[in-house]
């Protein structure tokens, strides 16, 4: 079983960065493949960005391919998310998300099949 804790949300200007961090507790972090959404006051949680067990296969959603990086380090048990050119429209709760998964190079963007959620890290972009 996996607990995820997210770290790295804030307040920053519009165009500048944020980088966030989800660290997972479990022993067995390679065979999950790992996703990061967010949502909005008064919105449906989005899908923000996703990677395959190995990290080798990423998707983004439209509204932050070419700003944001996903990545992530089995070895620490740990995804990434670099958000660049940030936007007032970025701002939401932020919530890192995993899911067991048999097949090695799947990325997963439905949140619905996600079974393991962390708490959520504000980020908050000004205009």
């Known amino acids: 079983q996996e607990q995820l804790v997210e770290s790295g949300g804030g307040l920053v200007q519009a165009g500048g960065s944020l980088r966030l961090s989800c660290a997972a507790s479990?022993?067995?972090?390679?065979?999950?493949?790992m996703g990061w959404f967010r949502q909005a006051p008064g919105k449906e949680r989005e899908f923000v960005s996703a990677?395959?067990?190995?990290?080798?296969?990423?998707a983004y959603g439209d509204s932050v391919k070419g700003r944001f990086t996903i990545s992530r380090d089995n070895a620490k048990n740990t995804v990434t998310l670099e958000m660049n050119m940030l936007r007032p429209e970025d701002t939401a709760v932020y919530y890192c998300?995993?899911?067991?998964?048999?097949?090695?190079?799947?990325?997963?963007?439905?949140?619905?099949?996600?079974?393991?959620w962390g708490q959520g890290t504000q980020v908050t972009v000004s205009s």
């Open positions: 479990g022993r067995a972090f390679g065979v999950y493949a």
């Open positions: 998300a995993a899911v067991l998964s048999p097949i090695r190079n799947r990325v997963v963007i439905n949140h619905a099949e996600y079974n393991y």
């Open positions: 990677v395959s067990r190995t990290g080798g296969n990423t």
